[in-house]
């Protein structure tokens, strides 16, 4: 009996985007971006053998690295586009801040646990997008107003509201991404900025929480 090799990891990632297209994500910069950033060298050493399946898994501070199926869908109703100004609040492993920076962002990433900033900083410069992402130790639900405004803002992990000092580092006809906790359930929200005095806030589905293994459920 032939003993089975462990795949490659080129394999594997193959393996891991076509999970993703076979439900339903056919974004085709995103999945490139997901094929440039390994996720894996983004997890805690512990969990990098689970880093291509669909789970969140904890990170330190209590803090969580969001189940890629739940990315790709944040980051497609972010509506990317090359060039755009991206404010990140909750930098995490900074996974997500090295995909913004692969689909063409200029990335303003902030975290309020300093631990959770310098190593996400050592990861995201080690992929290569660290000329791209901007990465501080900062309350981002209070973002320096000397920061200006962004064309995209994303809010990793789930609100119970949009932050007002959120809505006024939006840019005129830009997006904000995030989930709010609804009747207690997690759904996607978007909030597109039509001008300076009017905004348009639109539900989307629920959002699903995969398994955590282990760690605090309540975060994406």
């Not at 390994?38 to 990170?59: G, K, M, N």
């Not at 901007?134 to 949009?162: C, E, K, W, Y």
Request: net charge positive.
């Amino acid at each position: 009996m032939t003993e089975e090799l462990p795949a490659s990891e080129g394999e594997r990632t193959v393996a891991f985007l076509l999970s993703l297209r076979a439900r339903g994500v056919r974004d085709l910069p995103l999945l490139r971006a997901m094929e440039r950033v390994p996720r894996d060298r983004f997890a805690p050493s512990r969990f990098a053998d689970l880093a291509r399946q669909d789970v969140s898994v904890p990170l330190p501070c209590g803090q969580t690295m969001t189940a890629p199926f739940t990315v790709a869908n944040l980051l497609i109703a972010l509506d990317m586009q090359p060039g755009a100004r991206v404010l990140e609040v909750g930098t995490g492993s900074g996974y997500v801040s090295a995909l913004l920076a692969a689909l063409g962002g200029e990335v303003v990433s902030l975290e309020r646990y300093r631990s959770l900033a310098l190593a996400a900083h050592e990861r995201v410069s080690g992929s290569g997008f660290g000329k791209t992402v901007d990465m501080r130790h900062a309350d981002g639900f209070q973002p320096d107003r000397t920061l200006g405004r962004f064309d995209r803002i994303l809010v990793n992990g789930v609100t119970n509201s949009v932050p007002e000092a959120l809505l006024a580092r939006l840019s005129p006809g830009g997006r904000l991404v995030g989930a709010l906790r609804v009747e207690g359930a997690a759904r996607r929200v978007v909030v597109t900025r039509l001008d300076e005095d009017h905004f348009d806030h639109a539900l989307g589905p629920a959002v699903r929480l995969p398994p955590l293994i282990p760690g605090r459920a309540q975060a994406l």
